[in-house]
């Protein structure tokens, strides 16, 4: 237990803890992704697939380790970042940034902090009316609502397109992080890594956008708890 404590109290031990709850991450956005394109097969498929995700007991054991993951993740992210501000000497920090590193990588903490930010607000939005609200409202009578108007629309198209910037850097990171970026395997990371970053993104824009624009109709009601 104490070399598990002092790995992860090493700087490489906080870089492979956000590797694995990054790639867990991924793993979960890519389970989000499929069901959320019920949402296209209409009201009755999406909410039995709503009503499956409440009532099973596996997937509320597998949100532990999702929520767990979602607080550890940017936490250790921050302490790595405040500890590299603090030990790196300021000139060479600002040559090496602007010059050798590309861009999602210096703006992996800007991206990392507006994705959550846009996740408090997402689970407002769906997660807590779903799973806390007394009389449960209709998830797909949820979607309805929240994509019926512009700026919520536009909110999750920008932190879409902040998400795809934070994976673009943060899956290859995570291979390299865990050795597992190796010549072998390059390409078909890197092809791995486009679907993650460009493909997951892209089907997640096209539900606002779609839902803002064609708006389908509903026959529940959002409920009073609603969207805000
Ligand atoms: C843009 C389209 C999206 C839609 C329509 C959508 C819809 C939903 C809905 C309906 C729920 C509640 C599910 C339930 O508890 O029954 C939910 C939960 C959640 N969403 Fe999303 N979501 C979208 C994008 C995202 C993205 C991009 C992320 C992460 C960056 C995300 C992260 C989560 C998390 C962590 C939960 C709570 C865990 C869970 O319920 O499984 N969602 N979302």
Known sequence: MKKLIDFYNSSIGKKVTMSLTGLFLCTFLLEHLIGNLLLFAGEE????????????PVIRFVEIFLFASLLFHPLVGLLLWISNKR????????YQLKENTP???????LTGSLIFVFLVVHL??????LRLAEVKPSG???????FSSAPYCAF?????????YHLRHGFQSAFQTLGLRTKSYIGLLDAVAF????????GFALLPIYFYFFQPATTAAATALGVH
Do not use: C, D, G, H
């Open 103 to 109: 861009l999602a990588s210096r703006i992996t903490m």
């Open 87 to 94: 030990t790196r000497p300021q000139k060479y920090e600002v």
């Open 45 to 56: 498929t999406f909410n039995a697939y709503s009503e499956f995700l409440v009532s099973n």
């Open 140 to 146: 797909y009578a949820l979607v309805v609502e929240a």
């Open 124 to 129: 407002r939005t769906f997660f807590v009316p």
């Open 195 to 202: 679907i993650f970053w460009f493909i997951i993104p892209l």
């Open 156 to 164: 999750y198209v920008i932190a879409l397109v902040f998400l795809a």
